[in-house]
């Protein structure tokens, strides 16, 4: 039998036995040095930015382009300005001939006033027949009706006299453009003058006349009235 001797008896292995640890790097105490590509650290790059003394350079118009649009416009402030003026014109002319119209209504009654009051002794005959020419309507039909004429003929002689008939004034009241008629009041003044000279006190009358147009732009005496009892 053998024995088991110190020689021959393996070894027991320390227990808790730690295994040392370097860290990585050269031995012997030196400074790590990094491996690798090295990297310079970035550098700062100054840009010097130059500002213009002025402002920027204004860019050139198409001249061509400029041209045309500002030679529009000019005609186009022309055809307006024209438009307004003829429409102006035209209502002006519109207006002026407006009133000459009137106006003629108003001339045209007082006129029929005075050849209806005025008379001579050697007139009468052409001074009454020049106011039944001149009338139409309803007082037309009144002057021709029997010896109308005639009597008022023989009335002018019997006065043995001349009358004359002085307008003091005349407006127009109203016109229908539909009958072509206008009313004229007309304020007159009639002054006898027997045979020996001697004036009689002139008489004051208002009348209401209404004068009518026909289709050639003849005006005739068409009404007569004495409104307010005309005096």
Partial sequence: MAENTAST?????PAGRRRA????GPANGAAATPTGVPVEPPKTVKVRLTRPAGPPPRRQPHRSLVALVSSIAVLVAVLALGAVVALTVNHQRDEEAGAAHNQKYVDTAS???????????????????????????????MMSQGENAENLKLLFRDTNASAEAVVNGAALEK??????????????????????????PSQPYRLRVTVQEDDNGRMTFYDLKYPDGGN
């Fill in 111 to 141: 006129q029929f006033v005075v050849n209806m009051f005025s008379y001579t002794q050697d007139t009468i005959d052409e001074s009454v027949d020049r106011f039944v020419n001149s009338t139409s309507g309803p007082l037309r039909d």
């Fill in 9 to 13: 008896r393996p070894s027991p292995k």
């Fill in 21 to 24: 640890f370097r860290a990585a």
């Fill in 175 to 200: 016109v229908d453009e539909t009958g072509r008629r206008a009313d004229v009041l007309v304020a007159v003044r009639v002054t006898v003058t027997d045979l020996d000279g001697n004036n009689a």
